[in-house]
Every structure is written in C-alpha cells, then in structure tokens.
C-alpha cells in the first residue's frame, strides 16, 4: 500500500461507510480482528512471561502490524475493502492510510467495547482480557474477610505465565470448497459395488441382490443426510467423506487391497469424530436389517459412564429421525428398522429427550421398565427401539469396557450379542487415548477376547474395528496394539492441514502456587501497630488448595462472559467454567470452599466501585480521589471512571496491588455470586447443600469423569487443579470449552508445589503447545498378570458364546427341576473336563500364549472348580461349599444356612 498523504478531517459519514464496507466482508474483517487480537495478546505475553504483570502493547505497534500483515497492494483488506466500489472514491480523497487508520480504530473500539482489549492508562496503550486477568491471578491474596487490611493477608502466587494457540477445525459448510456434499460419498460408493463382491453375511442373505440393497440403503440416507440433521449441519468434512465412504465399503465388500480391519478417526475436539464412524455403521445397520441379519451389529464401548449417557442421547436422536423416516417411530422393538441399547451399572438413570413433543414442551422420556421408555409429560408417548434390557439384542449397544468384560462372561451377553446366526460387526472404541496404563491394559484384553468370540460365531465374517480421539499421535500404531492387529491393517482417517480452518485462538494462564506455609495476621487495633506490639492475631494457612479456591473465583467473575445475541449467530450464553480436579475428596473439598467463598460475597471485596457506582462493596477503593458530579446515584465520579487508574498522573495503590479487579465490570453477571456444583460417581450436587443440581450451575468441579464428551454450549472457560495425569488427558480437558466457532475459551492451570508441578510450569509449552511425541499413548497389552486375568475369564467366554455348553444352565441351575439357585457347579466341572482341549485352542486363539501360560491357567481354573467341593466345615458340616453356597442362596430371607453354621461352629468352640 502507497503512503498517500492525509488530507481533511474526517466526518462521521466517512467512518460509517468505512465500517460498514469492512464488516460486510466477514472474512477480511474476522482476519483482520482476530490479528489485531493476537498481536496484544502476544506483546502482552512477552512481557507477563518475563514477569512484568503490567505489560501493554503499543497502539503505534499494533497499527504497525496491522500495516505490515493486512496493507500490501494484493492484501484482500486492500482489494476487497479499501479498492471496493463504496471506498474508491474516500480512498482516492484521503489515501489509503488514512482510510485504514479509521477503520484500525473503530476496531479498537469495537474490541474494547466487547471486552476483547481494555485501554490502559490511556488511549495509547492497550491490554488483552486475558493478559488483565492474569495481572489479578499474579498479585491474589488470601483474603478471608473485610475486617482485615488486605497488605496482611498472605500472596499465594509466585509466578505466572499466560499462552495462546490457535483453534483448528475441519472445513465444512456447503459453500466451502474443502467440505463435500452428502452425495458425494454416496455416489462413490455405489460405483465402487460395481465391481466388489459382497462380504460374506451378504452374500449369505442377499445373493445377487446385495446391490440392489446397497442402493436402497444409500438411498435412504441420503434422505436422512438432507432432512433429518440439524440446520447448521449442511455438509461433511472431507475426513467425513471418506470414513463414511471407506468404512461402508469395506464392511459390506469382501476385503480388497484397500480393505483395513480398522479406523482410527483422529480430529479436533468438536471436529465431527463420532458422525466419521456413526454414519457408516448406521448405513451397515440398515442394511443389514434389509438382508434379514438380526441382532447387534456394532458394539461402541466408551471409556465413562456419562460419556455412555451422551452417546446414548446423541445416537437415539439420529435412529429416531432414520425410523421416522420409514414410519417406524412407533415400532416395536423386533420391528423398528433400527434399535439400540445401553449397557453400563447406572443405566437405570438415563433418560432421553422425548421425538413426539416440540421443542417447548420439555418432554423427557423415562424407563418405564426394561421394554421401553415412556415420557413424563404424556404416557401416551413411548418408545420402543430404544433400551436398557440387558438381553435385548439391539442393532447397537452402547456400553463401557467394564461391562462388555461382564457381558462376555453372563447369561445376558449370551442373549445379547450370540443368540443369532450373525455377530457383531464392529467393535468401537471412542476416546482411545483414555486407555493408558492398567486400563488400556484391560480394554486390550477385553478386546482379544470380544474378537475371538466374533470370530468363532461365524469365521467367514469380517470383523471391523474402530477407534477415536482427538487427542493420540501415535494413531496407527497404538489402534494396532490396542485391537491386537498388524499396524499396516489400520487406516488413519483425519483432516489434512488443507482441510482445517484456523478459527481463532485460545488462551492458557498457568499459575505457580506460593509453597505452604503458616501465617499471622493481625486483627483489631493491632492491624495499627508494629508488628512487634501485635496482641490480636489469627493464624492462617496459605496452601496450593487455598491459592486454587481463590484463583477459581477469580476466574469466574473476571473472565470475559457472552449472552446469546451479544453477537450475530450466538444462541448460548458463554458463561460456565468447568474445572478438573484428580481427587474425589479434592473435588468436595475445593467446591464445598468455593461456593462458601460466593456465600461469603468475598469477590466483592475487589468490586471496581468507582466505575460502577457500588459503594460499599471494596473498602479499600480511595474514594476521597473521586471527583465531579456524573453518578447520578451518590452524585460523585472518580478519576478513574474511564480507564485503569494511571501510576503516573493518578495512582491508586489499590489496584496497583491487584485488589480492585477492572473488568468486573458487569452487574449483571460478575456482581452475583456462581452457583457451584460437583460431578462425582455419576451425579452432579450442588457444592454447599448436596443437592441433586441439573442446570443450574455457574462452575462446575469434576474429576476426569468428565474429560471427554461433556459438550456444554456455554463452558468458555476449563481450569485444572495440579499437575495433570498425562498430556492426552488434559489436552481433552480444556477441549471442553469453546465448542463454537468464534469462541476464545480460557484454560487456567494452577499448579502446586509437587516435583512434577514445578516440572509442567516450566514447561507450560508440553500443555499450551505439545509436541508430537507429548501426545503418544503408551500401552502394555502383554502384561502377564493382567492377561493371565482374561484369559481366565476366556474360559467363561467359551462356555457363554459356542453352542456346545447350555451357557443358562452355567449360570442359573436346573432351574426347571425348581432345585438350585445360582450356577450349576457340577455342571461346570463336567464340561470343563470335555472341552478342555477346545478351551486350549480358545485361548491359543485368542491371546497367543506360550503353552506354559495356558497350562497355569487351566491348573488354576481346575482348582478353583475342585475348591467349589471342599466341604464348607469340615468335622461340623461335610457340605460341598457349592451345595451349601446354593442353599443359602435359596434360603437368603430366612435365618438361612449361614446363621445355623455360625451358630454350630460357636458351639465347637464353647465345648
């Protein structure tokens, strides 16, 4: 851009049309804001970093910038803005600085306004909002009442350090050149069939009309693609297309040289995963309920309960909209086109949104019984395709690792997944990066096991594998292992850096606790005196827990809020914070504080009562520098009513010492105290009373219960309390702020006094901005104590899954001679000495373990069989612990066996 004189003043006419031209072109403006926002912010961040927790940027430094990046002849702010038709003529008039410089400036205002940036001293010097924040986190004091000067409440910060990075997605929106249409993919697909022959269970069932089948099925969901997908869900990402495409051909066809037996679907959080695996496997399910195949035809294993729950919800609102689509919404459960289940400890709780009441009648739909739901609103809305029957054989069964260990061994897996001709499909395994240490360790076991089943009830079909995670570098290699698969047999599905808009950035603040230690305060008169002349003291303790508790009220009533319509396209309210805490007893803890803090009104304290007109709130606010006559309320103002107060021309020693907080600056939001509530075991309570809370809510403390799925639209803000367990983990964590496009979320870090908490502070870089290698999941799916568990428990599998064993008689006894309770023991000894040598191979199959190891469990096993008919007493009663074991089953609501052997062996000892 040509440096062209300046020429008259300008006029508001001049700054109106140069505004409007700007903001028209949304992706020059967005471009050019979000630069300007991050040149403070990192000119802030030079300076916080090397501990000067007052830095500003310059506005002649910033302008430079915005020159240098956005002013070039071919730069699209020059093109399409400054050389529009509706500029041409101010341009050529002014010149083209001048005309930029109106602009820089309105958006200035603009990120003022909004709270993005704050003048600082004066108009020539500029803060980011998070830069502003940390300045407070910096210089916070344990401040437990207003009776005491704050200059003796101990400082519980040593240092701090702030960060930002830039937010990925994948590219969709049918405009978009990188995204692709729903039709795409279905359109490859059918010309891939041309030439493919059918995977087995196809050719099974359909024969020759498996194409025919296919096209019908795509057919359909390209229907539910167009209709049945919320608005805003107008394309697919190209990594969409195709794992959409990919997958389904692979599980319909027999296996090509492009055929892998397993996904790994990595993107950003928000980035659309589940969709990239949900879709196909639903197309499969329909298919497949086409060609006849009944039962479950995919397993999706989850590695939390309320991660289940959502998933649950999320997969009912798409098999709703597919069996509304072919008039099935009041199907039965044998005849709905497609059906699903949920399988984990708490399913009884869960509950789902009722499909038959609009969206202002807020209908939920609750287990009636194992057969179906049933709303709360009108008994005559119910639902069938959709349960919590252990035994149902539903298309898809939504469970965790835990559960799918138990329902390969019990009578209610037996009915669930091998009642039919046809297995499973697919096994998924969402959120992969959670299982790392003993967990992954289990979940790989449990998997060797789950295939060995799916092989056995039909070795001619293909099984498919699927894992997920936003967060896993070592995609390939780790799906390999974790499925017990060659490496080269998995296919990384993910979006190619051509394929990903940068949407923004988000923030990190990372906090250095003080080391514990104990301190005296004075109180009363003596807050007048030497310290040597102090007679009335209060001892106080400063503790990383103490630093946590008055950082997570900072946090809250400082950080910057949005209410839907604040901005064009904004329906949620971004106000939450979600924090995370390692411990079940911190999480009590830190919230029970906390929301004992907001009861106390403690964040008053640091009220900006001179720009807000609240007296009385800060006691320490010098109100003897207030000046004029502009509130109309007390008929005063105060030198600092505009901006921060400046140290040089008008010093407040108050906020100079962090203890007037200028961006809460909102009564409406900041000056109320937050409701905050703890997640644990499931269940979220209202920190102070224990009550069972639902929505309501401002911060929310859990443990890693809720690191993955928990999409709350109006979290924009995440904490974490201590060092984190691992990098994957916490990268999941702060993914849950900010799900929407234009959202800046922040993640504070609070970090204590521990080795490894010092070690992530100073490298805040390995969180903020970690390396591949950072986010590698380590996984010991050998070890030999674990596995020597599951393979134990295999030979349970064995009897649950081949049709050689009466698997009912195993669990439940003769129950039809009306004698047993429990498992038929004798029954279980004679058919593990039978099928000793296909157990054998079972377990060679599924683990390949050396003979030695297959040996040692099979000893134990017999063992434990044969300890089953020692005699429960000997000398006081010769009954076989088994029969005794079922008799006191049988008799469990009288005084029972138990009470009279009791009674019997305190006599022996009396006598």
Not at 257 to 268: F, G, I, K
Request: aromatic residues 10%; glycine residues 6%; proline residues 5%.
């Amino acid at each position: 851009m040509s440096s062209d004189s300046i020429s008259a003043p300008v006029d508001e006419q001049t700054i109106e049309t140069a505004w409007e031209t700007f903001t028209s072109e949304e992706e020059v403006y967005r471009s050019v804001k979000n630069d300007i926002l991050d040149t403070v912010t990192d000119a802030c961040a030079s300076g916080i970093n090397a501990g000067n927790y007052d830095a500003t940027a310059s506005m002649q430094n910033v302008f430079e910038a915005f020159v240098d990046e956005h002013c070039a002849d071919d730069a699209p702010f020059v093109t399409d803005v400054l050389e529009s038709d509706a500029l041409i003529v101010e341009v050529l008039e002014r010149g083209h600085e001048q005309v930029a410089q109106i602009i820089f400036q309105q958006l200035i205002e603009e990120l003022v306004d909004n709270g993005d940036l704050l003048y600082v001293y004066n108009r020539q010097q500029v803060r980011s909002h998070v830069a502003e924040m940390a300045r407070y986190f910096a210089l916070i004091r344990q401040r437990l009442s207003s009776d005491t000067d704050y200059s003796f409440s101990p400082n519980l910060v040593k240092m701090v350090k702030i960060a930002s990075a830039d937010r990925e997605q994948p590219i969709m929106g049918k405009n978009r050149e990188k995204a692709r249409r729903f039709q795409q993919p279905l359109r490859r697909i059918n010309e891939q069939i041309e030439d493919a022959e059918p995977a087995w269970e196809f050719e099974d069932s359909l024969g020759s009309d498996w194409r025919m089948a296919v096209s019908d099925t795509l057919e359909l969901m390209g229907e539910f693609f167009q209709t049945g997908l919320p608005e805003e869900f107008d394309s697919l990402a190209a990594y969409q297309a195709r794992a959409f495409e990919n997958v389904f051909v692979d599980s319909v066809t027999q296996g090509g040289s492009e055929a892998r037996d397993a996904n790994v679907v990595t993107a950003s959080t928000g980035g659309g995963k589940t969709e990239a695996f949900l879709f196909p496997t639903l197309a499969y399910s329909l298919l497949a309920n086409e060609a006849g195949i009944d039962g479950t035809k995919a397993v999706l294993t989850y590695p939390r309960r309320d991660l289940c729950n959502n998933q649950f919800e999320r997969l009912f609102s798409y098999i709703t909209t597919i069996n509304e689509l072919q008039g099935s919404i009041d199907a039965s459960f044998s005849d709905a086109p497609l059906t699903l289940s949920i399988q984990h400890g708490g399913r009884g709780d869960v509950e789902l949104p009722c499909p038959h009441c609009d969206d202002e009648v807020d209908g939920t739909l609750e287990r009636k019984d194992d057969a179906h739901f049933e709303c709360q609103q009108d008994s005559d809305h119910v639902v069938r395709y959709a349960t919590t029957d252990r035994g149902a054989s539903a298309d898809f069964l939504i469970t965790t690792g835990d559960s799918l260990h138990r329902r390969l061994m019990d009578k209610y897996g037996n009915a669930a997944l091998w009642s039919e001709p046809y297995p499973p499909k697919f096994l998924v395994l969402d959120e992969v990066h959670v299982y790392t240490d003993q967990a992954g360790m289990n979940v790989a076991n449990v998997v060797r096991r789950f295939k060995q089943a799916m092989q056995r009830r039909a070795r001619n079909q293909e099984p498919r594998f699927i894992a997920s995670s936003a967060t896993i570098n070592n995609a390939t290699e780790f799906t390999g292992r974790i499925f017990g698969i060659e490496e080269s047999s998995v296919r990384h599905l993910s979006p190619s850096e051509d394929e990903k808009d940068t949407l923004g950035r988000e923030h990190f603040v990372f906090v250095k606790a003080t080391d514990p230690r104990e301190v005296i305060v004075p109180v009363g008169d003596s807050q007048f005196k030497p310290r040597s002349e102090w007679t009335e003291t209060a001892p106080t303790t400063a503790t990383n827990l103490s630093c946590m508790i008055q950082i997570a009220f900072a946090f809250y009533h400082t950080m910057r809020k949005e209410q839907a319509g604040d901005r064009p396209g904004l329906t949620d309210n971004k106000d939450r914070i979600l924090g995370f805490v390692d411990s079940i007893d911190s999480v009590s803890r830190l919230g029970g504080f906390v929301q004992e803090t907001e009861e106390e009104g403690l964040f008053r304290l640091r009220t900006p009562d001179a720009v807000l007109g609240e007296r009385g709130n800060n006691p320490d606010c010098p109100r003897e520098q207030f000046r004029g006559a502009t509130d109309d309320t007390f008929d005063e103002g105060a030198v600092c009513e505009s901006l921060p107060p400046n140290p040089n021309l008008n010093a407040c020693p108050v906020y100079e010492d962090g203890e007037c907080w200028w961006t809460m600056q909102d009564r409406r939001l900041d000056l109320q105290a937050m409701e905050v509530a703890i997640h644990k075991s499931g269940r979220t309570q209202h920190a102070g009373t224990g009550a069972t809370v639902e929505d309501d809510w401002d911060q929310l403390i859990s443990t890693s219960a809720l690191e993955v799925g928990f999409d709350h639209p109006s979290i924009i803000g995440t904490f974490q309390y201590r060092a984190p367990r691992n990098v994957p983990g916490f990268v999941q964590r702060k993914g849950r702020g900010g799900r929407d496009a234009e959202d800046e979320p922040i993640t504070v870090v609070v970090l204590g006094s521990s080795p490894t908490d010092s070690y992530y502070f100073h490298h805040s870089n390995y969180l903020s901005d970690p390396r591949d290698e950072h986010l590698d999941i380590p996984l010991d799916a050998d070890n030999r104590f674990v596995r020597a568990e599951h393979m134990t428990a295999a030979i349970v599998d064995y009897f649950n899954v081949t049709d050689t064993t009466d698997a009912k008689r195993l669990f439940r006894g003769q129950w039809t001679s009306g004698s047993g309770v429990g498992p038929d023991v004798p029954y279980l000894r004679d058919q593990f000495e039978a099928h000793e040598p296909d157990i054998r191979d079972w377990l060679d199959s599924a683990f390949e373990a050396s003979a030695e190891e297959i040996d040692r469990v099979l000893q134990e096993f017999d063992q434990y069989v044969v300890s089953l008919f020692e005699e429960v007493a000997p000398g006081t009663d010769d009954t076989p612990y088994w029969e005794f074991f079922e008799r006191a089953m049988d008799n469990r609501q009288t005084t029972g066996p138990i009470d009279q052997l009791i009674d019997a062996l305190r006599e022996e000892e009396i006598e």
